[in-house]
């Protein structure tokens, strides 16, 4: 496989992980981040520390990005009233992939003021956690032209196990919280179910056996049970340590809820689980896994 000179900028919960598989598949990997110890614990890991993004991106043939939202996203690449944004010094030659989960219009927008700049740029958020990241099985969901994402593609092999292209540009993005608007409502509707069958008097992993061998079976009853002591290895049954942070699911339900309003969609369920994840985060649980939701039906 032919290994690349990648720049890597983000090198949090996911970004460390992703850009130490990189790193093990051979590729030359500078990475950059505002918090100096993560870069070190990559440079460890035998990453190059660069001392600005400006020099991850220069010469890169595919520069990365894993950033917390929409507006450190478009200050990167397109500036603000401190920095240059890495669309002055980005050659032609370079792929950018923001794996970052963001708002489809940011990514469109960071998107096509590159491509006027003959950059190619792709939206590639990722499904699967700091678990997947560590162990280089990510679900990518890529937006972009069909030949950026064959390039994108060889590149994100090295970081995850299924790879999707939604569509345009931002279409990944969409695609991301579509998915998790649906994964919320399922997690809520589990929770609800389960409790009412204890309040019933049944037992839950009964209820639940039960529920996953029948119509309501769905992913949340399958690998990820809300009730404690029902699956071993889910976070319900370790105190619900993440995982996926309650806060994350609230920060993608209002993506997902900017997505709707833009597009006149009719989203009441989700609706409803961003108001339930919001009640969540104001009763001190941000940091939990986002399973415990099954807190809030719970006597
Ligand atoms: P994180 O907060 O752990 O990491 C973000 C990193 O970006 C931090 O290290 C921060 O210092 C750095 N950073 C911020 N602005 C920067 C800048 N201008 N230049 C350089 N570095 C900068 O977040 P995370 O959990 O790694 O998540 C990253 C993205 O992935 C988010 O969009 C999140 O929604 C998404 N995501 C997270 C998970 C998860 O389970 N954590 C799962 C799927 C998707």
Known sequence: MTKLNIGFIGLG???GPMAANLVKAGHTVTVF???QSVVSELTSQGAKAGVDAAQCATNADVLISMLPAGKHVKSL?????DNN???????????VIDCSTIDAESARV?????DEQGIRFVD??????VAGATAGTLTFIVGGEQTAFEKANTVLADMGKNIFHAGDIGAGQVAKICNNMLLSILMAGTSEAIQMGINNGLDPKVLSDIMT??????WTLELYNPCPDVMETAPASNNYKPGFMVDLMAKDLGLAMEAAQQ???STPMGSMAKNLYTMLQHQGAGSDDFSAIFKLFSK
């Open 13 to 15: 919960n996911m970004g």
């Open 33 to 35: 981040d505002l918090n």
């Open 77 to 81: 690449y397109l500036g603000n009233n």
């Open 85 to 95: 944004g890495l669309i002055e010094v980005l050659s032609k030659n370079t792929l």
């Open 110 to 114: 960071v998107g096509n003021a590159l």
């Open 124 to 129: 590639a958020p990722v499904s699967g956690g």
């Open 213 to 218: 061998a029948s119509s309501g079976r769905n």
């Open 263 to 265: 597009s006149n969609s």
